[in-house]
């Protein structure tokens, strides 16, 4: 470091020594360890309650074509019954979602679809991250039964 002269006495230059930055950057790594988990968990929470919230949009909009057409679409009809008239629902008055396209869930997957369903009169449920029944936090099922 280079020294000044001030009117005739020394001064240093200033600034962090290296164990000063080294326990700084220890104090940050330690914040992040204990704050990391509970952000990511938050995030995680976000995409099963996103998918919850398109699966009660998908219920109302199915609620309309029955109010329409007479009746759900079947499951072979799915979800795509909202978005284009299937040949024999007589009454319909789509497209009956705004976008004009399913949407998929937040892990990127179709949306399932049953109808009659298994726990309640129609069944529309997202098997959660890893695309397969059952699991717990984001790998856990997300359907308009729960």
Same mark, same amino acid.
Request: charged letters at 25%; proline letters at 5%.
């Given at each position: 470091?280079?020294?000044?002269?001030?009117?005739?006495?020394?001064?240093?230059?200033?600034?962090?020594?290296?164990?000063?930055?080294?326990?700084?950057?220890?104090?940050?790594?330690?914040?992040?360890?204990?704050? *990391?988990?509970?952000?990511?968990?938050?995030?995680? *929470?976000?995409?099963?309650?996103?998918?919850?919230?398109?699966?009660?949009?998908?219920?109302?909009?199915?609620?309309?074509?029955?109010?329409?057409?007479?009746?759900?679409?079947?499951?072979?009809?799915?979800?795509?019954?909202?978005?284009?008239?299937?040949?024999?629902?007589?009454?319909?008055? *789509?497209?009956?979602?705004?976008?004009?396209?399913?949407?998929?869930?937040?892990?990127?997957?179709?949306?399932?679809?049953?109808?009659? *369903?298994?726990?309640?009169?129609?069944?529309?449920?997202?098997?959660?991250?890893?695309?397969?029944?059952?699991?717990?936090?984001?790998?856990?099922?997300?359907?308009?039964?729960?």
């Amino acid at each position: 470091m280079k020294q000044h002269k001030r009117n005739g006495r020394q001064s240093r230059q200033t600034g962090f020594t290296l164990m000063e930055l080294l326990v700084v950057l220890a104090i940050l790594g330690l914040l992040m360890s204990l704050v *990391g988990p509970a952000v990511l968990k938050q995030l995680g *929470g976000a995409k099963s309650k996103t998918a919850g919230i398109q699966i009660k949009d998908l219920e109302q909009s199915l609620e309309m074509y029955k109010l329409d057409v007479g009746r759900f679409p079947t499951t072979e009809q799915g979800l795509e019954a909202l978005v284009r008239k299937p040949s024999n629902a007589a009454g319909w008055n *789509g497209p009956y979602l705004k976008s004009k396209e399913v949407p998929l869930d937040p892990w990127n997957q179709e949306y399932h679809y049953k109808y009659p *369903g298994e726990k309640g009169e129609l069944d529309i449920f997202t098997y959660g991250q890893n695309g397969v029944p059952g699991g717990d936090g984001e790998d856990a099922d997300v359907g308009n039964w729960r």
